[in-house]
Nanobody, 119 residues
Framework: VQLQASGGGLVQAEGSLRLSCAASRRTFSSYVMGWIRQAPGKEREFVARISKSGSSTDYADSVRGRFTISRDNAKDTVYLQMNSLKPEDTAVYYC?????????????WGQGTQVTVSS
């Protein structure tokens, strides 16, 4: 599966961004999809995941209530709506796909999109 993330950019604190990740395969609905981020000098951090059908979601404590993950299996695309952004959300955001339901054992990765939140 090839994943192409987009939608990053520069935004002021309390602003919003919507990330998208398009998958190359028509078997998109066979994968749990997730977003993982990496800030400068820090390890990669789980952000959110969504089940294959889209009926179940899971969030890191740091983003719960501000971020929303969703998917459109007809368009082979997963989204991350980010509201009330904070400077500490600044990171490269990666989308990922997994066969199993996981926060860490991702099988495929996208190339990443930069999100910068200014104070």
């Amino acid at each position: 599966v090839q994943l192409q993330a987009s939608g990053g950019g520069l935004v002021q604190a309390e602003g919003s961004l919507r990330l998208s990740c398009a998958a190359s395969r028509r078997t998109f609905s066979s994968y749990v999809m997730g977003w993982i981020r990496q800030a400068p000098g820090k390890e990669r951090e789980f952000v959110a995941r969504i089940s294959k059908s889209g009926s179940s979601t899971d969030y890191a404590d740091s983003v719960r209530g501000r971020f929303t993950i969703s998917r459109d299996n007809a368009k082979d695309t997963v989204y991350l709506q980010m509201n009330s952004l904070k400077p500490e959300d600044t990171a490269v955001y990666y989308c990922a796909a997994a066969v199993i339901n996981t926060r860490t054992l991702w099988d495929y990765w996208g190339q990443g999109t930069q999100v910068t939140v200014s104070s």
